[in-house]
């Protein structure tokens, strides 16, 4: 069992609709939870950190934690066509992203 | 301000060479990282400096080395290049005013043949 699994997708939504991607991991001393996107062939930018139990909003993306079920969400509402991009689940036991273990990703198409 | 810089962007090499990939920083942050990311995978983590002095070794060190030149950069050499290491590789910086903020550098596309 990999440490930090993702859907492996591709995930494809309409334009306007909401976009849900998931990631669970299998360490439960896990602290610290990080969402990045990456278009292609660029490199990863960080969107989202979350390390409580519970929902953190910022704009139109929102991540969930559920440390119980062990399992992050990001959901990102009115989903737009610059959304496309693969997007990156990072586990750590601490706030250096740095050193945090990465999931494969899950690449979301959004379609006009 | 340009961030984190990476040289080369492209690189191919036979089997068996050698070759540093370079890295710097501008943002005086005390944390640098090496990763390398395979083809529809995650990153994963070669080497990491938490500090000017201090090199790590991350998940995936075997065929690296690393230098932490200074605060600035921080440089990874393959020694004797193998195909399983075609790859891309991505530097990144952490350190300012939040660590959870991971600054990468545009990525070297590496094939070894």
């Known amino acids: 069992q990999k440490e930090v699994e993702q859907n492996s997708g591709p995930l494809s939504v309409p334009e306007g609709a909401i976009a849900s991607l998931n990631c669970t991991y299998s360490?439960?001393?896990?602290?610290?939870f990080f969402w990045y996107r990456q278009y292609s062939g660029k490199s990863p930018e960080l969107i989202m950190f979350?390390?409580?139990?519970g929902d953190k909003e910022d704009g139109r993306f929102t991540a969930q934690l559920n440390k119980a079920s062990q399992y992050v969400s990001l959901l990102i509402r009115d989903s737009q066509p610059s959304d496309s991009a693969t997007y990156l689940c990072?586990?750590?036991?601490?706030?250096?992203?740095?050193?945090?273990?990465f999931g494969d990703g899950t690449t979301l198409t959004v379609k006009p | 301000n340009a961030g984190v810089t990476q040289t080369p962007k492209f690189q191919v090499l036979k089997t068996g060479q050698s070759m540093t990939l370079q890295c710097a920083q501008d943002?005086?942050?005390?944390?640098m990282y090496w990763y390398r990311q395979d083809p529809g995978m995650g990153l994963r983590l070669i080497y990491y400096?938490?500090?000017?002095?201090?090199?790590d070794k991350g998940e995936v060190p075997n065929g690296y080395n690393v230098s932490r030149l200074n605060k600035r950069e921080f440089s990874l050499r393959l020694e004797s290049a193998a195909p399983s290491q075609t790859s891309v590789y991505f530097c990144?910086?952490?350190?300012?005013?939040?660590?959870?903020?991971?600054?990468f550098g545009s990525g070297t596309q590496l094939s070894v043949l």
């Open positions: 990144a910086s952490s350190g300012g005013q939040g660590y959870e903020k991971l600054f």
């Open positions: 360490d439960r001393g896990s602290q610290s």
């Open positions: 979350i390390y409580s139990n």
């Open positions: 990072a586990v750590g036991f601490n706030t250096n992203a740095g050193k945090s273990t």
């Open positions: 943002m005086n942050h005390n944390s």
């Open positions: 400096s938490a500090s000017e002095g201090t090199t």
